[in-house]
């Protein structure tokens, strides 16, 4: 007799679940749909810069970008100057953010394939420069977004976010170019094996050059989006998104050997996050044990979901 085997992925969800029936047990279950929204709206930031860091990472070994913090503070501030708070200057805003995580992820490349270092450590530093940048430009003050930017970030249709919907539209696209596009076939060929996609003409260094730009567009448009969101730019807005837009990729199935990804995974192990936040909050948890609690979690989930099978 075949027992049910669940796809890795799917625990983060499962996990996710069981915690908002928790938290809407003990908060009473009025409370049910304000929590779920809440961890659909900030989930979507996690799935966006997550998503980023997931074509990085199923590039190849070793693979990672820990610069997507700063991309994401240095665009919210360069398309908020650019704004000035003016609803006109939205389009421009929002092509600066876009333009300013392209250029760091180009950076971040050259440093890697010139410099030759490891990519954990030319990304890491190039963190600190664009941090620096950041504060730079705006100091220690927020920067205000236009007003419609702000309506825009939480335009609700018929009382359900309309973000979250969005950066869904962002993940099937993101599986379509996986599953069916060139670059993303090549993207996984060169993540599986470098010198067997070499030998089949297809640029490594190429590729890479392209995730490596993508990542840092999804860390600039999560910038310029959390800033309307959250009220303007401010320098330890993207601080959170460290780990966890590495975090929120191994935990929605995509290998941290490359060559292998999982965009719709993201959300399950997004939502686990925030709706995990808001449960330890809701029981009144001290932040050392929510910390504590948070690594078992993730070790649990890790522990028992089972492995890919190799061929």
């Not at 249709?157 to 599986?175: Q, R």
């Not at 590729?207 to 310029?224: E, K, M, P, Q, T």
């Amino acid at each position: 007799m075949s027992r049910l085997t669940l796809a890795p992925w799917t625990y983060g969800f499962i996990v996710a679940l069981l915690m908002w029936i928790a938290t809407t047990a003990y908060a009473g279950f009025s409370s049910a749909e304000a929590t779920l929204t809440a961890a659909l709206t900030f989930g979507a930031f996690s799935v966006l810069v997550g998503t980023g860091q997931m074509l990085v990472i199923a590039s190849g070994p070793g693979n990672i970008d820990l610069s997507v913090p700063s991309v994401l503070t240095l665009a919210a501030y360069v398309s908020m100057t650019v704004m000035k708070a003016q609803d006109g200057m939205i389009l421009a805003g929002l092509l600066a953010a876009i333009a300013v995580g392209a250029v760091a992820g180009m950076l971040n490349f050259l440093a890697i394939t010139l410099l030759r270092l490891p990519p954990i450590i030319a990304t890491l530093a190039w963190s600190f420069v664009f941090q620096s940048f950041a504060f730079n430009l705006g100091g220690e003050a927020t920067l205000k977004p236009p007003a419609m930017l702000s309506a825009f970030t939480q335009w609700r249709v018929g009382g359900i976010p309309f973000m979250p919907f969005a950066v869904m539209l962002l993940t099937v696209i993101t599986m379509l170019v996986l599953s069916r596009g060139i670059w993303g076939r090549r993207l996984l060929a060169v993540g599986q094996s470098e010198p067997a996609a070499r030998l089949a003409g297809i640029s490594a260094g190429r590729v890479r050059l392209i995730a490596y730009s993508l990542c840092g567009v999804a860390g600039g448009l999560a910038g310029f989006l959390l800033s309307g969101f959250s009220g303007g730019a401010a320098l330890n807005m993207g601080d959170v998104y460290l780990l966890e837009s590495i975090a929120v990729v191994v935990l929605g199935g995509t290998s941290v050997a490359g060559g292998q990804a999982n965009a719709v995974g993201i959300w399950g192990a997004a939502l686990f996050f925030n709706l995990m936040a808001t449960m330890l909050n809701t029981f009144q948890m001290q932040a050392g044990v929510r910390f504590v609690l948070t690594g078992a979690l993730i070790i649990l989930i890790v522990a028992i979901a089972p492995r890919p099978r190799v061929a």
